[in-house]
């Protein structure tokens, strides 16, 4: 069945009420029932959760086949923990059939890949999906499709029932012996732990992977002992220097700062830019030093952001220290700055990733958002964006919050250049729809600017301020006229990933590429 | 022209090609890998087999390892590896033409 995105959904995914896309805002209003886990009573008073291994740690949780384990992303490329878990339970254990349930997964759980091809692991949702795993997967080595959502989407899911998580792991820069859980006063620090609130609220079972063991009670919380079984204490949960890079560098490619510099020229042109407003921006590049020359316009015109969420790092702290915004709320951090900020400089809290992006919850952050800048792989003539497959068509990027912050934001301006090496990013058609281009406004390109005809009402805003803007097709065209026009990709018929939607209709698949022979 | 010895044109840098010639065994013989393969692919295998015919070299065995080059680029790594693999490329270099 064809979707709002004019992508082909197979029949057969289409059970227990899945629906295809139907366009921006389709559930609102509709009821769900909250699914409820199935949790053990500890009455007794326990003077410690502490248990000697993982192992123990299973076994206590009731750990078997078949089962759904959960984890978070905030140790980034520098995660042990997904990898430990992993092999206690298969290789110590024994268990099979197992599906992982992660916020995220990189280039550190390549060893995943192995459990993968044996047929261990079974199933795999994820926001990202990268490395060996993407390959894996795409080569359709995984016995049921991967399932990917965004950071709002996966929230949702849990809490409708449609992940059901057996066990889930928290990885702690700091624990104290019951499991309250914070991302900070360790040795591998990540701040915000925003992604996993949501798990361990939902989770049968919760156990926490930490290697600094702290003194009771470790306030403020992010994951409560109320919600933990069991605490572990290893060697090292992660590689800080992979955690968090040591401090975001606004970039010095003149390219990326023309970009940046219209991103802020189009923010300052419409009615959103006034004191107070709100404002998210992603790390890439470009996106990250559109707050350098933001910045310069709200001193001219003499107006204070109030709030910025996301993804949080340095430069964004500086501008909270500077008191030129009032508020940041992380869920996430990238970089030490924004990781030694959290809960420590006056005005930076954590969000839980619903709290964050849920769309099915009363009011996420993203749904307050005047302005969200973001990067794209790709985006076509229909302003639907790709920020997952390749332009070979294997898994390897991340939706992230990308489809939530469009969503939800008043104006959505995608940054990207025109070209990346022979590959066209403005495009006829992407290749996997990440975020439906009813969400997305604006886009800036090296090579020029083009509103979404959706919102003519931006269309009048740059008229007004004499910013020259061009049609998204004659930016396609460009980019063709210069790397080629690109053959389509071909593809078997198994589906190797179902791209959910943020509402949880089905946007996209990823099928199983067939590679070229000449 | 004809391939006297095995020559290389190229890097292995993202949007360059590495192209190596080599005397062929009577006709022409290619082997392609792209990091764009499967949009481009058929694109540059008719570059290169355009630009070898330009050359007139009709008796090659040519590896091509793409990371991406623009057509423009790929053109001039095969006439540069064909030039050198018949020492036409120290002088007078006839860019975009053959050399007769």
């Known amino acids: ?518 | 022209m004809e391939i006297l010895k095995s020559a290389a044109a190229g890097t292995l840098e993202s949007s360059d090609a590495m192209v190596t010639v080599e005397p062929g065994d009577g006709g022409i013989e290619l082997e392609l890998s792209s990091s764009v393969m499967n949009q481009y692919g058929r694109q540059i295998k008719a570059t290169v087999l355009e630009t070898l015919d330009r050359l007139q070299v009709s008796n090659v065995r040519i590896t091509v390892v793409d990371k991406g080059a623009l057509d423009c680029t790929i053109k001039a790594r095969v006439e540069c590896a064909v030039y050198r693999s018949c020492d036409a490329s120290s002088a007078n270099i006839p860019w975009g033409g053959a050399v007769r």
């Open chain 1, 1 to 518: 069945m064809r979707n709002a995105v004019g992508r082909d959904i197979p029949e057969a995914l289409l059970v227990n009420g899945k629906e295809v896309y139907q366009g921006k805002n389709y559930m609102d209003g509709k009821y769900i029932q909250k699914a409820s886990p199935r949790t053990r009573r500890y009455e007794k008073p326990q003077e410690s959760k502490i248990v000697e291994s993982l192992v123990e740690a299973l076994k206590q949780c009731g750990a078997r086949d078949g089962m759904t384990f959960s984890f978070h992303h905030h140790l980034r490329d520098g995660d042990y923990v997904v990898n430990m878990v992993m092999k206690a339970a298969i290789e110590e254990l024994g268990l099979e059939d197992l599906t992982i349930a992660a916020t995220s997964l990189g280039s550190a759980h390549d060893p995943i890949a192995d459990y993968i091809e044996e047929g261990k692991v079974i199933g795999i949702q994820t926001s990202g999906i990268r490395g060996r795993m993407g390959e894996v997967v795409s080569a359709g080595k995984l016995k049921t499709p991967a399932i990917i959502r965004s950071h709002g989407g996966r929230p949702r899911a849990i809490e409708a029932g449609e992940v059901h998580i057996d066990i889930a792991f928290v990885a702690a820069p700091t624990s104290d012996c019951v499991g309250n859980c914070r991302g900070i006063g360790g040795k591998s620090n990540c701040g915000s732990m925003g992604y996993a609130m949501t798990d361990a609220r939902y989770a049968d079972h919760v156990v926490v992977v930490t290697d600094c063991l702290v003194d009771f009670p470790n306030m403020p919380a992010s994951v409560e002992a109320i919600d933990v079984d069991a605490v572990v204490v290893v060697d090292s949960i992660g590689n800080p220097k992979k955690i968090a890079s040591a401090a975001a560098r606004i970039s010095q490619n003149p390219r990326d700062l023309m970009m940046a510099e219209n991103v802020a020229k189009v923010i300052a042109s419409t009615p959103y830019f006034k004191d107070g407003f709100s404002f998210q921006t992603g790390v890439g590049g470009p996106s990250l030093a559109a707050n350098l020359f933001l910045e310069k316009y709200m001193d001219e015109r003499n107006i204070k952001m109030g709030w910025a969420i996301g993804g949080i790092c340095g430069p964004m702290v500086e501008l909270l220290k500077k008191g030129k915004v009032s508020k940041v709320i992380d869920v996430q951090d990238f970089d030490l700055d924004g990781v030694n900020s959290i809960n420590q400089t006056p005005g930076h809290f954590e969000m839980s990733a619903s709290q964050y992006a849920n769309p099915a919850n009363k009011g996420a952050f993203v749904n307050k958002l005047d302005f969200v800048v973001l990067a794209a792989l790709e985006i076509d003539t229909g302003f639907n964006v790709n920020v997952l497959t390749g332009s070979d068509g294997v898994l390897r990027g991340a939706p992230g919050g990308h489809p939530d912050t469009a969503a939800g934001s008043k104006v959505c301006i995608i940054v990207t250049p025109l070209t990346r090496g022979r590959m066209a990013t403005v495009c006829e058609k992407v290749v996997t729809v990440t975020t439906p281009g009813d969400c997305v406004d604006v886009l800036v390109t090296d090579y020029g600017i083009a509103v979404n005809p959706l919102r003519p009402d931006l269309i009048e805003c740059l008229d007004k301020a004499g910013i020259p803007h061009v049609s998204i097709e004659s930016l396609k065209d460009k980019a063709y006229s210069l790397v080629g026009t690109p053959d389509d990709l071909e593809w078997e018929d198994k589906v190797v990933a179902v791209l959910e939607a943020r509402d949880g209709t089905i946007l996209d698949v990823v099928r199983k590429i067939k590679p070229l022979t000449l």
